[in-house]
Nanobody, 124 residues
Framework: QVQLVESGGTSVQAGGSLELSCAAS????????MGWFRQAPGKEREFVAV????????SYADSVKGRFAISRDNARNTAYLEMNNLKVEDTAIYYC?????????????????WGQGTQVTVSS
């Protein structure tokens, strides 16, 4: 049974930093690209960042480029999202997802497995 478990979400003031983690089990982690998505109240789920299976390639949404950094530790079966200079508009539930294609991909429909999400709230 595949499980992706996000952690690290909390409330933070604008300008602050957070690191989210996504612990994977039940799959061969190194075979999957890992993505982060987010969904704000009343909005559709959107792409945030993705890292290839080996970690050599990454891609970011324009809204987070230069502020967020995605990484992974294949020995620990864990993906990370470091978020800096957080803005109120970053408030959302953040989800990690696994993509067997292994390449950087921003399309939700290409991800086979999803976590339950972790709430990030940024206040002014």
């Amino acid at each position: 049974q595949v499980q992706l478990v996000e952690s690290g979400g909390t409330s933070v003031q604008a300008g602050g930093s957070l690191e989210l983690s996504c612990a994977a089990s039940g799959l061969t982690f190194r075979d999957y690209a890992m993505g982060w998505f987010r969904q704000a109240p009343g909005k559709e789920r959107e792409f945030v960042a993705v890292i290839s299976r080996g970690g050599g390639a990454t891609s970011y949404a324009d809204s987070v480029k230069g502020r967020f950094a995605i990484s992974r530790d294949n020995a620990r079966n864990t993906a990370y999202l470091e978020m800096n200079n957080l803005k109120v508009e970053d408030t959302a539930i953040y989800y990690c997802a696994a993509n067997l294609r292994g390449s950087v991909n921003a399309l939700l429909e290409n991800y086979e497995y999803w976590g339950q999400g972790t709430q990030v709230t940024v206040s002014s």
